[in-house]
């Protein structure tokens, strides 16, 4: 499984990108829980609610699963998404 | 106060007494005052003069906990921790510039206090408005540095303030784009007032200095050069575009809207070039006088904006002024529409 976490917007409108593949059992064990306690479903509705001027924007991907997120709502199971794959992911930088 | 005014002429009283009664309207919150028909403003309103700001800055210590910890209020002495100071001071020169040169009283019109949070998250790479306060981040250290080290940077997010009491640009495609280029061409206005430099001294940068050594680029965007902020191996390139012929589609930012910013902001930069002087003067008054001017939508685009520019120079110095043929030239080397 695939999870990529895509960071967009802030003053610098700098868009930063980090990604894990999670192959070996091992991974899997790691990841999984992770993405299964995010409300992928709740997250819907949020993608559509106006962001903040200059706050970033994460659009996360894991499997076929999606969710766009305003910075601010990048909390709990999200935020420990987010952060492991910050710190674990490998980086790219995204095109616009 | 009087004095000033007595000496403008007479086209800028009418704005003036037009921007008072915008104000005034704000105070009822953005919201209500858009629907509501617009009042005779009471004789006192054109003397009011702007109060003193009115500032608290916080310490998130790391954390996203607004507000934080209140290290230095209006009158202390300066606390030692560069960002709080950094931040006291610039929220003080963004004040001084709309009090000084738009009679402007704080970023609501009616005094509002200014509050900031600084060393907010982890390593946290921005700096926000979130509607109430200012929100500063200490940078990666690896790409960034603290946000507080550029005024321009401070300006600009105060500025979305005053769009959201005023026009209430949404932050999405071209009024996005106009909702951002406000706050661009307000945040240098309050970098060449606090250091009174003219047009042709100024560097026209946002966020000069917040890049470390390791990044090659002068800032994060210039008003003067869209596109040439910076070229660095890691970043890109700057992406922002200089006219309509090179407008960005795409739904990322919110539809570009730190992108095509780069088309308004380069109009801005061409009034004052032509002009010369100071660009808070007649650039400034024109570009505050249609922020204000309760003509703009919230889904705005450009060519309607610029459109209110061309009206609103028009009323201030006449047709034909130099400074209303200034701002049809600027529209069109733009490519933009009016
Ligand atoms: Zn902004």
């Given amino acids: 499984m695939k999870i990529t976490v895509r960071r967009s917007g802030g003053i610098a409108a700098m868009t930063r990108v980090w990604s894990v593949n999670a192959v070996s059992a091992d991974d899997k064990e790691r990841w999984m829980p992770l993405v299964e306690a995010c409300p992928w479903e709740e997250a819907k509705a949020l993608s559509r609610t106006a962001n903040q001027p200059d706050r970033f924007m994460y659009s996360i991907r894991a499997g076929q699963r999606r969710a766009t997120l305003p910075d601010r709502e990048v909390t709990g199971p999200w935020e420990e998404l987010v952060e492991s794959a910050k710190a674990e992911g490998s980086e790219s930088r995204g095109q616009r | ?338």
Wanted: charged share 20%.
């Fill in chain 2, 1 to 338: 106060m009087l004095r000033r005014l007595a000496t403008r002429p007479e086209p800028r009283l009418r704005a003036i007494a037009r921007a008072a009664k915008e104000s005034l309207l704000h105070i009822k919150g953005l919201q209500a005052a858009r629907a509501l028909p617009v009042p005779a403003p009471p004789p006192s309103a054109r003397q009011a003069k702007p109060g003193p700001p009115q500032r608290t800055i916080f310490d998130a210590a790391s954390t996203e906990t607004l507000p934080g910890t209140l290290v230095r209020k209006e009158g202390m002495p300066p606390v030692g921790d560069a960002a709080a100071d950094e931040a006291y001071d610039g929220l003080g020169d963004t004040h001084t510039l709309y009090a000084d040169v738009f009679e402007r009283n704080s970023i609501d019109g009616a005094g509002l206090k200014l509050d900031a949070t600084v060393h907010f998250g982890k390593l946290y790479d921005n700096a926000f408005w979130d509607g109430h306060q200012m929100v500063f981040g200490d940078g990666d250290g690896e790409i960034f540095q603290r946000f507080t080290r550029s005024l321009s940077v401070i300006g600009h997010e105060l500025a979305h303030g005053v769009t959201q009491y005023t026009a209430g640009l949404a932050y999405r495609n071209q009024a996005g784009a106009l909702n951002e280029s406000m706050s661009d061409v307000f945040g240098v206005l309050v970098e060449q007032y606090a250091r009174k430099q003219s047009a042709s001294e100024a560097n026209w940068l946002i966020g000069e200095g917040l890049f470390t050594d390791a990044v090659q680029g002068a800032a994060l965007r210039s008003l003067k050069a869209p596109g040439t902020a910076y070229d660095d191996d890691v970043l890109g390139k700057d992406p922002q575009p200089d006219s309509m012929d090179s407008y960005v589609r795409t739904t990322a930012d919110n539809g570009g809207v730190h992108i095509n910013s780069g088309i308004p902001n380069r109009a801005f930069y061409l009034v004052a070039s032509e002009l010369g002087g100071n660009a808070w003067e007649a650039p400034g008054h024109i570009w505050y006088g249609t922020l204000t001017s309760g003509s703009l939508p919230a889904a705005c685009t450009f060519g309607k904006f610029a459109r209110t520019t061309i009206a609103t120079a028009e009323e201030l110095f006449g047709s034909g002024s130099p400074e209303h043929d200034a701002v049809l030239k600027a529209w069109e080397t733009v490519k933009v529409k009016v």
